[in-house]
């Protein structure tokens, strides 16, 4: 059988999935075959898998991590919010519908043997798997039918690691309260405690790990640094939204209330002259070099919400001046209007920005599909990406027309300033995106200094760093002996 570790937080952006891709990179340098697991997933930014198939950003990146292709039954439940009470319920990749959350609860008990399916075709390839849970396993209104955490944990006989946020304040009340509220049963299972997120004096708080070592008998296996490691975001959580790093091009990308695939953006933040900030309103949105439109879990209502808080009259003043860039569900709203026959969002018909020659019918098959080439020709503003290699996917609903046709171009353009794709990942070759930005800085005039290098490989030496961090600050040993009486 694979060993089986499990990493669960005592709440949400703990840290989860930067250690299981940490331990995922850790155990392939030590010559192991292993693979991240995670049960059910709720996040906006979405991969498709070389099967054509949907899952989290975050088990993607765990994946890759890992050092293998990321697979389906890495992650058999995604929810992708539409709304505060609702969700797109993906199931072994592929949507089956919208549910509210009172119906998802009741409903979740019957994918079990999804779950149990997809876990068993994972151990015919992996020989560790690492696991994450989602929020805290002390989440005591959810816990009945627990399919993600410590459900989870005893259908998998998982050794699970609980990891503590110290930087938010409160870390040994987090450990405390979450392993009290644990069961027996549960508390049996946590072999070991990850502080993570450390900034300070080691020697100041080794009183306190020795004491929350006395009061719950779980040992701390590890007090990780705060890391600085530029890797994909599972949320919206990410701390990337409220960095506001400056550079000689200010690049600005919308904000969005369900902005998705936001990593479409990450291969700017390599490039040192560049800063890159998110904005959610007309005032924050300034005099940027140009404005980046994302994807979108309801492009609609997104749609909605710009143009009732002013952003779509600003983005609109700005677009004969500086490039705008819609990236699927923002290059839908760039268009003339978004139709929704069959209700996949709100339904009806909605005029869109009207920068963009193209219009858009939802559908209610969602198209996804991996895709690489060379950008055709384009012209205006940046002409200079033109003929540059892509490696992205596609994962929408809309069927865009232009001119009659289908979606025929990988970028439409107004000719001018105004850009549209549905390529997620667009920019992640280091050769598109210095394109990019040397045309930015030549309308500017600014001498910007550009050194970008494919996404991919600049990720590679991320996931090394984080490897090697995580080496330093856990007892490695530990974990290895967790594997060994897991799943006993």
């Known amino acids: ?3 089986v570790i499990m990493v669960q937080g005592t709440m949400s952006s703990v840290g989860k999935s930067l250690v299981t891709a940490g331990l995922c990179r850790i155990f392939r340098q030590d010559g192991h075959n292993p693979a991240p697991f995670k049960s059910q997933n709720m996040a906006l930014n979405s991969y498709i898998t070389p099967e054509g198939l949907e899952i989290g950003r975050a088990q993607a990146m765990q994946a890759e991590a890992a050092g293998i292709k990321p697979l389906a039954c890495m ?3 995604l929810l992708k919010p539409t709304g505060d009470r609702a969700s797109q319920v993906i199931v072994n990749g592929k949507s089956i519908g919208n549910m509210d959350a009172g119906d ?6 019957q994918l079990v043997p999804d779950i149990k399916k997809a876990f068993k ?3 015919s390839i992996a020989d ?5 849970g989602a929020g805290s396993p002390a989440e005591i209104n959810l816990k009945e039918n627990d399919i993600v955490n410590m459900g989870l944990a005893k259908m998998t006989g998982a050794a699970v690691v609980l990891v503590g946020d110290i930087d938010r304040g409160g870390v040994f009340a987090q450990i405390y309260g979450t392993l009290t509220l644990l069961d027996d049963e549960e508390r049996k299972l946590v072999k070991g405690i990850i502080i993570n997120k450390f900034r300070g004096d080691l020697s100041i708080l080794e009183p306190g790990i020795r004491k929350i070592e006395e009061l719950t008998g779980v040992p701390v296996v590890g007090v990780v640094p705060y890391m600085d490691v530029a890797l994909d975001d599972e949320d919206s959580l990410t701390e990337r939204f409220i960095r506001k790093t400056p550079g000689l091009i200010d690049a600005a990308v919308i904000k969005f209330p369900r902005i998705s695939n936001f990593t479409d953006f990450n291969t700017f933040e390599q490039i040192e002259d560049v800063g890159l900030r998110y904005v959610s309103s007309a005032d924050e949105l300034k005099d940027p070099d140009i404005i980046f439109l994302p994807g979108s879990k309801n492009t609609i209502g997104d749609l909605k919400w710009m143009r009732q808080n002013g952003l779509e009259t600003a983005i609109k003043r700005l677009a004969g001046k500086i490039p705008v860039f819609g990236i699927c569900g923002g290059f839908q709203m760039l268009g003339q209007e978004i139709s929704d026959p069959y209700c996949v969002e709100e339904g009806g018909k909605i005029r869109g920005m009207e920068l963009l020659p193209v219009s858009t019918v939802l559908q209610r098959e969602k198209r996804r599909s991996l895709t690489e080439g060379n950008i055709e020709d384009v012209s205006g503003v940046l002409k200079k990406i033109s003929g540059c290699p892509f490696s992205g996917y596609e994962i929408h609903n809309g069927v865009t027309e232009y001119s009659g046709e289908t979606e025929p171009k990988t970028v439409l353009s107004d000719g001018k300033t105004v850009y549209g794709s549905y390529i997620h990942g667009l920019f992640d070759r280091g050769e598109t995106a210095k394109a990019l930005i040397s045309a930015l800085a030549e309308k500017k005039g600014a001498d910007v200094k550009i050194d ?3 996404y991919a490989d600049f990720k590679e030496k991320q996931y ?4 090697g961090t995580l080496r330093k600050h856990i007892d490695m040993e530990a974990v290895y002996g967790m594997l060994e009486q897991a799943r006993i």
């Open 464 to 467: 090394d760093i984080l490897a």
């Open 128 to 132: 560790i798997i690492v696991i994450e």
């Open 75 to 77: 992650n058999p439940i």
């Open 452 to 454: 970008a290098e494919d």
């Open 1 to 3: 059988m694979s060993g």
């Open 121 to 123: 075709r994972l151990e």
């Open 104 to 109: 998802y609860f009741s409903y979740k008990k």
